[in-house]
DNA sequence: ACCTTGACGGTTC
DNA sequence: GGAACCGCCAAGG
């Protein structure tokens, strides 16, 4: 399916995000040559295969909203996993506000260019 | 085939 | 800041 190549995209970018950074819906999507599609992006983190919680091959939880947050309802399993494994990088969650100024990922144009070809 | 639902985002007020 | 609105589109009912 077409829309399964879309998913390997968003994917494939996913795991170009750097240990310690973090990367908003809509900017995966753009790299990934999807622009405007950010709720794709979710969705595809979404059916990550091993999509358990246990470490996959996506850092999905490097995957934050432009606000700065976490998508997930404050207290909800999902949101205190993502904001373990984030803390666990360094990265800072002060009541579900991540500082991007300090930790959002800005790609050099080495992996625009070679990495990813879309 | 129609309707609803999202791990979203930019614009506007 | 925040809330309302709209555009986006794959999945599932």
Redesign the pocket.
């Known amino acids: ?1 077409l ?1 399964r190549e ?1 998913y390997q995209r968003i994917w494939h970018t996913v795991q170009l995000i750097p240990k310690g950074k973090v990367a ?3 900017q995966v999507a753009d790299l990934a040559g999807l622009p ?8 595809a ?2 059916k ?1 295969p091993q999509q358990g919680w246990q470490q996959s091959a996506v850092p ?2 490097r ?1 934050i ?3 700065g947050k976490i ?2 309802p404050i207290g909800s399993e999902q949101f205190e996993r993502q904001q373990t494994l984030l803390q666990q990088e360094n990265v800072v969650v002060l009541g579900n506000k991540i500082n991007l100024k300090s930790h959002l990922w800005v790609p050099d144009l080495d992996e625009l260019l070679f990495k990813l070809s879309f």
């Open positions: 399916m829309q879309n908003t819906y809509g405007g599609r950010a709720r794709l992006v979710g969705k983190l979404g990550v999905w939880y995957v909203n432009a606000q998508s997930f």
